[in-house]
């Protein structure tokens, strides 16, 4: 099991950046994908964005294209997830998840992953 900690959630403006982590602890990752989900109020949880382990490969939603970017540090165990020209509509509670298995996996759904934390709050006000 993989224990998963976000931060750098918070307060922003609209048009603003927050960049959010999340560290896995417990030992070293070797799984496939990282993956970062939200869920804003009233709604359910939704696929952001998704990173390869080993190949560093991305995959985005196609409301954060452009705006959003997924990186990861292998050797800290730690992926990072850039958000620039935030939007009202980014406004949840931002969800970092691994996934430990491997083969021809969809990383969007959310049911693939197997550890999950938190969560971190991010709010963007107009």
């Known amino acids: 099991q993989v224990q998963l900690v976000e931060s750098g959630g918070g307060l922003v403006q609209v048009g603003g950046s927050l960049r959010l982590s999340c560290a896995a602890s417990?030992?070293?990752?070797?799984?496939?994908?990282m993956g970062w989900f939200r869920q804003a109020p009233g709604k359910e949880r939704e696929f952001v964005a998704a990173?390869?382990?080993?190949?560093?490969?991305?995959y985005y939603a196609d409301s954060v294209k452009g705006g959003f970017s997924i990186s990861r540090d292998k050797a800290k165990n730690t992926v990072f997830l850039q958000m620039n020209s935030l939007k009202p509509e980014d406004t949840a509670v931002y969800y970092c998840?691994?996934?430990?298995?491997?083969?021809?996996?969809?990383?969007?759904?959310?049911?693939?992953?197997?550890?999950w934390g938190q969560g971190t709050q991010v709010t963007v006000s107009s």
């Open positions: 998840a691994a996934c430990s298995r491997w083969g021809v996996i969809t990383y969007s759904d959310q049911n693939k992953y197997d550890d």
């Open positions: 990173i390869t382990w080993s190949g560093g490969t991305t």
């Open positions: 417990g030992r070293t990752f070797t799984g496939s994908a």
